[in-house]
């Protein structure tokens, strides 16, 4: 990941806003179009939230138009609410954009990151400064 698929201190008003904004900065960095990455991340988003609990979410998609995976990080300015089954607003977004030709590698990457994000919040909490601890 290099620090072009970073952005800290992300201004959104909602999900939608997040999801919008990530979709533009990997589309100006991908070269993919910016309507093909948000319209899969809401595709995907319409099927259930990606809200990952503890703060943490994991938007994703997988898409033919690419052959290596991208990986994009966002720390908000401010939480927003993200439908996470915990109903704890979110201030980390892992965004996952993986090629369709490698779908059975991506499960079993997205689930470690959902492993990651739950097992490793305390290492997170100076990322996401608004999050609340997560319970020992």
Not at 62 to 80: E, G, M, N, Q, S
């Amino acid at each position: 990941m290099s620090v072009e698929n970073i952005a800290l201190d992300l201004i959104a008003r909602g999900k939608r806003s997040v999801v919008s904004k990530i979709a533009m900065r990997i589309a100006s960095q991908s070269g993919i179009s910016e309507q093909i990455i948000r319209e899969s991340l809401f595709d995907r988003e319409r099927l259930g939230t990606t809200g990952a609990g503890h703060g943490v979410a994991i938007p994703h998609a997988l898409l033919d138009a690419i052959t290596c995976p991208i990986v994009f990080f966002a720390r908000l300015k401010r939480p927003v609410e993200f439908d996470a089954p915990d109903d704890v607003a979110v201030d980390l977004v892992f965004t996952l954009i993986w090629p369709k030709s490698d779908d059975v590698n991506f499960l079993p990457f997205l689930a470690q990151v959902s492993r990651l994000c739950r097992s490793r919040r305390r290492a997170l909490t100076g990322f996401g400064k608004h999050s609340p601890p997560m319970k020992s």
